[in-house]
């Protein structure tokens, strides 16, 4: 079984509709990241947390919300779609030598 | 902060060594990363090296960082059509908790 899973993998939603994201990892990492992937940006880090009670805001975070519900779970939130949100959002665990550990992507189109 | 820096595409021809490069500009960096993305994955963690480090070695990986000129490379020997993906290098700064990425080298592998 994959380490980090996200559901669902492909999303296609209309503007202004409410979208959660969610990650579960069973890899027992504290730390937890959300992240975009749009052509020729790279990744951009929308939230990170570092515990349960720990919620911190990345570069690009208007319009995003989480929900750290467990070590296990983080899941990314968009009140109100719009399209320049369309992208692949991935989620990650990491160690603290900050190593990185990516789940598979969620591909969210917004109409 | 930290702006990391890498060409965007490197074509080679299979069993060629393929050297994808990487410069960054904050001179306290401590670990940094380098990742690989195959089409329709997240990304995976290839590999990294602590600063206090001028070479590692991993089968056919070799990393090199020249601290003084802030520059870190990737060399892939032998490169198989299975090394085709993008590329991303990442580093962290000191006193950083997030490493930040760079936009990614596309690897192409031609016959």
């Known amino acids: 079984d994959a380490d980090v899973t996200q559901t669902p993998r492909n999303r296609i939603t209309k503007t202004g509709k409410r979208i959660m994201l969610e990650c579960s990892q069973t890899k027992g990492h504290d730390r937890m990241y959300w992240y975009r992937q749009d052509p020729g940006l790279g990744l951009r880090l929308i939230y990170y947390?570092?515990?349960?009670?720990?919620?911190n805001k990345g570069e690009i975070s208007d319009g995003y919300s989480v929900s750290r519900q467990a070590q296990a779970k983080f899941s990314l939130s968009l009140e109100s779609a719009i399209p320049n949100q369309t992208a692949l959002y991935f989620c990650a665990t990491g160690t603290e030598l900050n190593e990185q550990f990516f789940g598979p992507g969620t591909r969210l189109t917004v109409l | 902060g930290e702006d990391v820096e890498q060409s965007l595409f490197l074509s080679v021809r299979e069993g060629d060594s393929s050297v994808i490069n990487c410069t960054y500009t904050d001179s306290s960096s401590t670990y940094l990363y380098w990742y690989k993305q195959e089409p329709g994955a997240g990304l995976q963690l290839l590999t990294y090296?602590?600063?206090?480090?001028d070479m590692k070695q991993d089968q056919r990986l070799t990393v090199l960082l020249n601290k003084k000129d802030k520059h870190l490379s990737l060399r892939i020997a032998d490169t198989q059509t299975g090394d085709s993906a993008i590329y991303f290098c990442?580093?962290?700064?000191?006193?950083?908790?997030?490493?930040?990425f760079g936009r990614g080298t596309s690897l192409i592998v031609h016959p």
């Open positions: 947390s570092f515990d349960v009670k720990d919620i």
């Open positions: 090296i602590f600063s206090n480090m």
């Open positions: 990442a580093v962290l700064s000191g006193g950083s908790y997030i490493p930040t």
